[in-house]
């Protein structure tokens, strides 16, 4: 029994520095034609059509993840989540609170 618990430990010792900066998102092919617009200016002549939550985890195993990383995945999500909702642009609503992040979501036009 004590094997099999230091045989975890060592596991979970190894796997955790490498996931807490793995990326699970995934940019879908729609996703990518999004647009992530850095201020409210950029989408001052769009159409707002909606509002995205995206979430994920913040920490693996109890250890926090890289901050760009959690961020980075709130974003594709999103942009993910815009292009099933027909829109182009996203633009990050609010500040990320536990893995959670809001986005408004606009339609711009090309």
Not at 36 to 60: N, P, Q, W
Not at 95 to 107: L, Y
Request: proline share 3%; hydrophobic share 45%; aromatic share 4%.
């Amino acid at each position: 029994m004590r094997r099999l618990r230091y045989a975890i430990v060592c596991a979970a010792s190894a796997v955790a520095p490498i996931a807490h900066g793995f990326e699970w998102a995934k940019l879908t092919e729609a996703g990518a034609q999004v647009h992530v617009a850095a201020t409210l200016d950029d989408v001052a002549a769009c159409e707002r059509i909606g509002v995205a939550t995206a979430t994920t985890a913040d920490r693996v195993m109890g250890l926090p993840r890289v901050d760009d990383v959690v961020s980075g995945e709130l974003t594709t999500l999103a942009q993910n989540r815009a292009a099933t909702m027909g829109g182009d642009t996203v633009l990050a609503d609010g500040p990320i609170s536990h893995g959670t992040r809001n986005f408004a979501i606009f339609r711009c036009g090309a």
